[in-house]
């Protein structure tokens, strides 16, 4: 079971950045990012479940971010568009093998984890 994260990098206020995640040998039922900024907690940035099609977004990304999957490729995309300082973090893929619905994102809830990936957003 491995989760791979890449397209973090480093962009200014108000630019875009995409992150990828590919999920080896397994479609999971229902799979999120997650991020971690220094001397917080992990927080849910956005969840989506496979078939449904339902997504749960943070209130703090709401609008900007859009999460994607591809089923068949095993793959989860988050666009994020109209960084913020505030949205730097190490972003991380999750998955589970329940069906959750709708797609809360509590930590406790993922069982795999990608290694992050870093996001840096200078004002």
């Known amino acids: 079971v491995q989760l791979v994260e890449s397209g973090g990098g480093s962009v200014q206020a108000g630019g875009s950045l995409r992150l990828s995640c590919v999920a080896s040998?397994?479609?999971?039922?229902?799979m999120g990012w997650f991020r971690q900024a220094p001397g917080k907690e992990r927080e849910g940035v956005a969840a989506t479940n496979r078939g449904s099609g339902q997504t749960t977004y943070s209130d703090s990304v709401k609008g900007r971010f859009t999460i994607s999957r591809d089923n068949a490729k095993n793959t989860l995309d988050l666009q994020m568009n109209s960084l913020k300082p505030e949205d730097a973090a190490v972003y991380y893929c999750?998955?589970?093998?329940?069906?959750?619905?709708?797609?809360?994102?509590?930590?406790?809830?993922?069982?795999?984890w990608g290694q992050g990936t870093q996001v840096t957003v200078s004002s």
């Open positions: 040998a397994y479609t999971y039922w229902t």
């Open positions: 999750a998955a589970t093998d329940w069906y959750l619905s709708p797609p809360k994102m509590v930590v406790s809830d993922f069982k795999y």
